[in-house]
């Protein structure tokens, strides 16, 4: 319904939504509904990024392998992966 709205439906997919939703009252209430608040939401403008940005991409940066090896080091990314594999091979055995 959104991208009806917003005019972003390919064109026989939008001609198919407006032909089911001139025969469907709950359908065209929910077509003004969504058209209300994205009217609504287009005064608004663009809003900027916040202030944190660099903080929450360095923070984003963070996660994963990579990570945790430059931090921890390998001997303890090695740990961290045979204690993984460990748990899942018990868990597998518990449902056989």
Known sequence: MLEFVEGTLPANLAAAVKQHIDGCPRCMQELERQSSR???????????????????????????????????GIPAAIFGLTAALIFLAVMFALSL
């Open 38 to 72: 994205t009217r609504a939401l287009q005064k608004l403008g663009r809003v900027a990024a916040p202030d944190q940005w660099d903080e929450i991409h360095r923070s984003i940066q963070r996660t994963g392998w990579m990570y945790f090896v430059k931090r921890y």
